[in-house]
């Protein structure tokens, strides 16, 4: 199971830290991500990293202000966001595939979701 936490309001331009807490062992070469939906939009890929370590990929539009990162030792996966703009503002979710990395993008690669934890950005 994983657990979102972390959300909240912030202003523009402001940070925010998000956790994932996984139960559960955590198998090397899953890949652990964030994903999140925006009203009325899609849910789509934000950032991927392999467990327990390697590869790592961001959506274009967070690339340079988010940071995916991972404690194995307490099972948790972490998204530091930093510059943020109301554009971010949605519900993230992390999520765990056990397929191949090249499938991180595609939310039907993923068997195992967080119930979400709601980000605000506004002035």
């Known amino acids: 199971q994983l657990q979102a936490s972390g959300g909240g309001w912030v202003q523009i331009g402001g940070s925010l830290r998000l956790s994932c807490e996984i139960s559960?062992?955590?198998?090397?070469?899953?890949?652990m991500s964030w994903f999140r939906q925006a009203p009325g939009k899609e849910r789509e890929f934000v950032a991927a990293r392999r467990w327990p370590g390697g590869s790592i990929s961001y959506a274009d539009s967070v690339k340079g202000r988010f940071t995916i990162s991972r404690d194995n030792a307490k099972n948790t996966l972490y998204l530091q966001m930093n510059s943020l703009t109301p554009a971010d503002t949605a519900v993230y979710y992390c999520?765990?595939?056990?397929?191949?990395?090249?499938?991180?993008?595609?939310?039907?690669?993923?068997?195992?979701w967080g119930q979400g934890t709601q980000v605000t950005v506004s002035s």
């Open positions: 559960g062992p955590i198998t090397s070469g899953n890949v």
């Open positions: 999520a765990r595939s056990r397929l191949v990395w090249g499938a991180r993008t595609q939310i039907n690669s993923y068997d195992s």
